[in-house]
């Protein structure tokens, strides 16, 4: 039952990355000797600013996370962030401790993924 229930997640997880990582593209950033990936808060909620634009429309059933709690989740060390762009995005910068697991790839490798902690997934 938890072979079923883990290829079901797969398949959705999967389905949801294709979605919405379709569009991704790579910026080439120049590199510092000193590069510190970093994960940086900005929460703005539309009850403190009228004028905030609305939260963009998603035609996929993937579950989202605030950058907000996933920040947190950050900061306790319990969960794992898989960038799911091309290699050479990755190698650019990514969040200091992801994995990278690119989009086309994962159905292949969902066994690298630890079963003990929450996963984050994103592609920009």
Same mark, same amino acid.
């Given at each position: ?23 991704? /593209? ?39 996370? /605030? ?6 989740? =950050? ?34 490798? =969902? #066994? ?5 902690? #929450?996963?984050?997934? =994103?592609?920009?």
């Amino acid at each position: 039952m938890r072979y079923k229930l883990s290829i079901l997640l797969i398949a959705v997880f999967t389905a949801a990355l294709f979605t919405a990582c379709q569009n991704a /593209s790579v910026e080439s950033k120049p590199e510092t000797a000193n590069q510190i990936p970093a994960v940086t808060v900005t929460p703005t909620t539309t009850a403190n600013n009228a004028n905030a634009p609305a939260a963009p429309a998603h035609n996929d059933n993937a579950p989202r996370i /605030s950058l907000e709690d996933a920040k947190k989740a =950050y900061d306790n060390g319990g969960v794992l962030f898989i960038d799911t762009r091309a290699e050479p995005a990755y190698k650019v910068e990514h969040i200091k401790g992801a994995i990278n697991i690119p989009v086309e790839t994962i159905e292949s490798r =969902y #066994k690298d993924v630890p079963k003990d902690k #929450k996963i984050i997934a =994103y592609c920009s």
